[in-house]
């Protein structure tokens, strides 16, 4: 590589798709990408071309990294297929070649100490949420998950994190499962029963500001996993910006793919996103 | 890859597209190119735009950045001395409210030192609104370049950015090279409309045919003039393309959001060519 560039320097490559699996209203999408794995730390992302005519790239959680498998490096995204991005995504045949790059972006900050953690996520983006209770566990912290969606079909399954979680809630807006409600109403509850010290997030923006201010109103850290619309997903362009209060006090605009994807919940100038 | 690839002076990142430089160094050594060309700096810090920043249309990208920067001071302290250290041939884009701004934006880079060019961007594709100095008018753009010219060292070149407006190409050129400009760069983004309403500028292979429209008709009808070809170039091809039509040297953006590793392969597929410099 360059002079410039190291170990975790994200890295640009030809993947290809392994598989494709519908689940619910999401596909899990399983790539082979020498390493990403490798490199990857939970709330890096994924930038993905979607074929030449499309310029700007689309990013995606990256839910799982293995390093070695019996295809080698891989990583599975949960995509759910809204957008000419998304849809390209999850209708790639086995063996397509896709141009990728990552893992991209500053990952969760993690605690030193083993502390009380509550993981938040709402809908496809807690697909983010995943190898980071892992990574908390194996540091000794406790992890305590809830998990919202509209219904159903849009709920991330929770069955593997019950290993390594202490607890799991899940509401839905239609209550099909779990509790009938959503993140903003059942957040504060958690964090009690929780006795969180450390809150992380990943979803959509106004989901994200609510639980960064209920963890401000707990006297909890939070952490938020933001995604935004981008064109390079690289730092290059400044295309996806994000209204933040530096470290320095003084107000600014931040890119979302380098300075985040993961941000500080009392950072984000969340009324201005 | 495998095999060292060597410095090529003719493949340049083009303004706004390589971040600070630390962002595309995990891409391609710096050292190796050309020119990195830094996104426009002007004197006083600036936030950029608010609402969507950039938007998709086939074979483009339509953007409103607002010349987001962190101002000539946090510029001159944190971005440049880094980029100096990497060995990259640092090129600054400037872009003033007044005359009197572009001219002490020139001063202060030509006393900073590891500056090899000045890129005066005459042709911000969504400058209304943006409190920059008007130079639509070819008499404006020459006291500009001029006032740039001035006040920047003799032995650096200063090269004025313009827009692909096919019909005054020739003129805004010859207009700049009367006022001391010692190269053009043809193009910027073409001005367009954001999908909101607000300004913007067109980038990507969509407007190459353009770009190379505007680098042909000034090579005909200046021939001594130096021009930097840029405008949607994804590969050896459209560089070569650019080179055929008057160009000494080429600029990769857009390209570059779509693939970081452009400019490394540029510099592998020219090399392998041996075109002629």
């Known amino acids: 590589m360059t002079s410039a560039a ?36 939970p709330g ?30 891989t990583v599975d995204l949960v995509v759910e297929p809204s957008g000419v991005g998304s ?34 996520g709402e809908g496809y983006a807690a697909a983010v949420l995943f190898p980071l209770a892992e990574r908390l566990r194996e540091r000794g912290s406790v992890v305590n998950l809830l998990l919202g969606a509209p219904n159903e079909a849009h709920l991330l399954s929770a069955l593997e994190a019950r290993r390594t979680a202490r607890s799991v809630s899940v509401v839905t807006a239609d209550g099909s499962v779990g509790q009938q409600g959503t993140i903003a109403s059942a957040v504060r509850e958690a964090l009690k029963r929780s006795e969180a010290d450390v809150v992380y997030a990943a ?8 639980v960064a201010a209920a963890a401000e109103e707990h006297g909890a850290w939070s952490q938020t996993a933001l995604e935004r619309p ?15 209060i530096g470290e320095d006090g003084i107000a600014r605009n931040v890119r979302a793919c380098v300075d985040g994807p993961v941000f500080r919940g009392d950072r984000v100038r969340w009324a201005e996103l | 890859m495998g095999r060292a690839v060597i410095p ?31 996104r426009s700096i002007t004197l006083d810090p600036r936030p950029g735009s608010v609402g969507t920043r950039i938007a998709e249309t086939p074979s483009g990208l339509v953007n409103s950045i607002g010349l987001q920067n962190p101002g000539l001071e946090t510029f001159l302290a944190l971005e440049l001395p880094w980029l100096v250290k990497q060995g990259a041939r640092v090129h600054v884009s400037i872009a003033g409210t007044t005359l009197g701004e572009y001219a002490d934006l020139a001063r202060r880079l030509g006393r900073a030192p590891g500056i090899h ?82 300004p913007g500028g067109l980038s990507g292979p969509a407007i190459r045919p353009l770009a190379l429209r505007c680098v042909a008709d000034v ?20 560089a070569r393309a650019f080179f055929a039509a008057g160009a000494t040297a080429i600029q990769v953006g857009t390209g570059l959001l779509h693939d970081p590793t452009l400019a490394s392969r540029l510099l592998r597929e020219l090399d392998e060519i041996g075109d002629p410099p």
């Open chain 1, 6 to 41: 190291t170990e975790t320097s994200p890295i640009h490559l030809t993947g290809e798709v392994l598989a494709v699996k519908k689940v619910g209203a999401f596909r899990h999408v399983t790539l082979v990408a020498p390493g990403v794995p490798e490199r990857f730390r």
């Open chain 1, 44 to 73: 890096t992302f994924l930038a993905v071309s979607v074929g030449e005519a499309h310029l700007a790239r689309r990013g995606f959680w990256i839910h799982r990294a293995r390093p070695t498998g019996g295809y080698g490096a």
């Open chain 1, 87 to 120: 849809q390209w995504l999850a209708t790639r045949p086995q063996g397509t070649p896709v141009e990728v790059t990552g893992p991209l972006g500053r990952p969760f900050a993690l605690p030193k100490d083993p502390v009380n953690c509550l993981l938040v």
């Open chain 1, 203 to 210: 979803g959509p923006p106004a989901v994200l500001h609510e």
């Open chain 1, 230 to 244: 981008m064109a390079c997903a690289t730092g290059l362009c400044q295309g996806c910006p994000v209204p933040v």
């Open chain 2, 8 to 38: 090529d002076q003719r493949v340049f990142i083009a303004s706004g597209c390589g971040g600070t430089g630390r962002e595309l160094a995990a891409y391609v050594d710096l050292s190796l190119l050309g020119g990195f060309v830094t």
């Open chain 2, 117 to 198: 060019g000045l890129e005066v961007n005459l042709s911000v594709p969504d400058a209304p609104g943006l409190n920059v100095f008007d130079v639509r008018e070819p008499f404006h753009a020459a006291s500009v370049v001029a006032a740039c010219r001035r006040e920047f060292p003799r032995d650096l070149p200063v090269r004025a950015k313009l827009r692909p407006d096919v019909s005054r190409i020739v003129e805004s050129a010859r207009t700049v090279a009367e006022a001391g400009a010692d190269g053009v760069v043809l193009t910027n983004a073409a001005p367009a409309l954001m999908p909101d309403g607000r």
């Open chain 2, 219 to 238: 090579h005909m009808a200046l021939p001594e003039l130096t021009i930097i070809g840029a405008g949607g170039i994804t590969g050896g091809d459209d």
